[in-house]
């Protein structure tokens, strides 16, 4: 058996879903960002449902020092946990991969490969699938950095990868949630992308020869940052080269969204470089997103158990 931490902020849509999806381990721990919207009353209900579901509140600085924190704060009954966010699900079967591959110990963590599903299809082509995740893992060998808009694992060990999937609703809030999201997460990912053109490099190592799939992508994902037009070109090469034309109107609605996504950054990276004045008291620091203040009586963190 292995423990799973369900990260949330404002996830009112999607949590009793999540945590329904989640029950079948013995030991859920909701980890809330001090949500404004509904999400801790809901979770709180499921708890009740779910005398194995747990709802702690830790305020959030970036998504590799929360996940560190979780990791290294929050006691489990197991020393094997797996990590699901609010829009995602855990499916039986891959549970029960899971379960087989804590118990072999012949790794420290396992990769797993998201299913994204947008405007009530999954988009097989032009997400790159399988694109794996780290999210299984020993939670003593494994930690989290910050990285642009997101975060990247440091892994004390080897790792495998799995071959059961997990659906991913990236759109499940709407367009509007969606542009909002990714409005800030481009603030993140201009500041990464100037500090990568600045001393970073590409690993044409990692490129041409890499082991996995996650090594090949984030050096191509290095290389992308130094290419021109690079809204045109991630429009052309995920719906042309990728195949998203197959995935039909969905797919193409997708490809846009990212090639609007590409735009937003390299509009913040000019205005960093020109306006940084602006972006310093304007735009969310990198990793954070807008949490709702806490009084001078609140703690960084609250736990209740199954309330």
């Not at 009530?120 to 082509?125: E, Q, V």
């Not at 996995?212 to 995920?238: C, N, Q």
Request: overall charge negative.
């Amino acid at each position: 058996m292995f423990s799973i931490f369900i990260l949330t902020h404002n996830e009112e849509l999607d949590i009793a879903a999540c945590i329904e999806s989640a029950a079948l381990s013995d030991d859920v721990i909701v980890v809330d960002s001090f949500s404004s919207d509904r999400t801790p009353e809901i979770a709180r209900d499921m708890a009740e449902r779910y005398p194995q579901v747990r709802f702690i509140q830790h305020a959030f600085v970036s998504h590799g020092q929360q996940r560190t924190w979780m990791l290294r704060n929050i006691p489990t009954r197991h020393h094997w946990s797996y990590i699901l966010e609010a829009d995602e699900r855990m499916t039986p079967a891959l549970f029960a991969e899971c379960e087989v591959a804590a118990q072999s110990g012949e790794h420290v963590g396992y990769y797993a490969a998201e299913r994204v599903m947008f405007m009530d299809k999954w988009i097989k082509h032009s997400t790159q699938y399988p694109r794996y995740q780290l999210r299984l893992l020993d939670k003593a060998h494994v930690w989290f950095d910050d990285y642009g808009h997101t975060e990247r694992e440091v892994v004390n060990g080897t790792h495998g990868f799995l071959q059961e999937t997990y659906p991913h609703y990236t759109c499940g809030k709407g367009f509007s949630r969606w542009i909002e999201k990714h409005n800030r997460y481009s603030t993140d990912e201009a500041k990464e992308t100037v500090k990568q053109l600045t001393d970073g490099k590409v690993s044409w190592r990692a490129l041409l020869m890499g082991k996995t799939e996650v090594e090949r992508r984030r050096a191509l994902k290095d290389l992308s940052l130094r290419i021109p037009g690079r809204p045109i070109v991630r429009f052309l090469y995920m719906y042309f080269i990728l195949g998203g034309i197959l995935d039909g109107r969905a797919g193409f609605t997708w490809c846009v969204l990212q090639a609007f996504y590409e735009y937003l950054i390299l509009l913040k990276v000019w205005e960093i470089r020109h306006y940084p004045e602006a972006t310093a008291t304007s735009l969310t620091l990198p990793g954070q997103t807008k949490e709702p203040e806490q009084t001078k009586d609140e703690s960084n963190t609250s736990i209740s158990n199954a309330v």
